[in-house]
């Protein structure tokens, strides 16, 4: 939890993280889980780390990992990755019907796509926002911006108690 007395937090984050609830209008009863990716970048450089957010909008977990890149190809390893990551994290919640909320960026759409083709047997309906809204993804979102911070101050902890500065990388 955020110390005002630590450096780390409030080199990291300097905020509460946010408590959410949401769950489906369309779907009564189903939850609902947000994915967006976000970027890890120090305040410094410009490195980026492409990240993925998974988050659960009905108990409030986050999911995350870190990726090579924003694939999605079936044959990258990476996109093998991701996509059993996220089932990973979908099955470690417990849910076998539920809402996969998403943004339009095409590899989003791919990803959320592939993970229902391999959720058979479990109803996985697919949900857009609404376009060029950041708010329809507010879970996510916030999530992101949450996780980012927490890895920052991690780091900058790390980093204080080893004498090396680390990156995204």
């Given at each position: 939890?955020?110390?005002?007395?630590?450096?780390?937090?409030?080199?990291?984050?300097?905020?509460?993280s946010p408590h959410f609830l949401r769950v489906?209008?369309?779907?009564?009863?189903?939850?609902?889980?947000?994915?967006?990716?976000?970027?890890?970048?120090?305040?410094?450089?410009?490195?980026?780390?492409?990240?993925?957010?998974?988050?659960?909008?009905?108990?409030?977990?986050?999911?995350?990992?870190?990726?090579?890149?924003?694939?999605?190809?079936?044959?990258?390893?990476?996109?093998?990755?991701?996509?059993?990551?996220?089932?990973?994290?979908?099955?470690?919640?417990?849910?076998?019907?539920?809402?996969?909320?998403?943004?339009?960026?095409?590899?989003?759409?791919?990803?959320?796509?592939?993970?229902?083709?391999?959720?058979?047997?479990?109803?996985?309906?697919?949900?857009?926002?609404?376009?060029?809204?950041?708010?329809?993804?507010?879970?996510?979102?916030?999530?992101?911006?949450?996780?980012?911070?927490?890895?920052?101050?991690?780091?900058?902890?790390?980093?204080?108690?080893?004498?090396?500065?680390?990156?995204?990388?």
């Open positions: 939890p955020f110390r005002a007395w630590c450096g780390a937090c409030v080199a990291g984050r300097a905020q509460d489906s209008v369309k779907f009564p009863g189903l939850p609902v889980v947000m994915l967006d990716f976000y970027y890890l970048t120090t305040r410094e450089e410009e490195a980026k780390l492409t990240c993925l957010c998974v988050a659960d909008c009905t108990s409030g977990a986050l999911a995350s990992t870190g990726l090579p890149a924003k694939a999605t190809n079936d044959k990258a390893e990476s996109a093998r990755y991701v996509i059993e990551f996220v089932l990973h994290a979908l099955e470690d919640w417990g849910y076998k019907d539920l809402v996969l909320h998403r943004d339009g960026e095409p590899r989003i759409v791919a990803l959320v796509e592939k993970v229902k083709e391999r959720r058979s047997g479990s109803r996985t309906i697919l949900e857009q926002g609404a376009r060029y809204s950041h708010q329809s993804q507010g879970q996510a979102e916030q999530g992101c911006k949450a996780l980012e911070g927490q890895v920052r101050t991690l780091l900058h902890a790390l980093g204080e108690r080893t004498g090396v500065e680390f990156g995204p990388d």
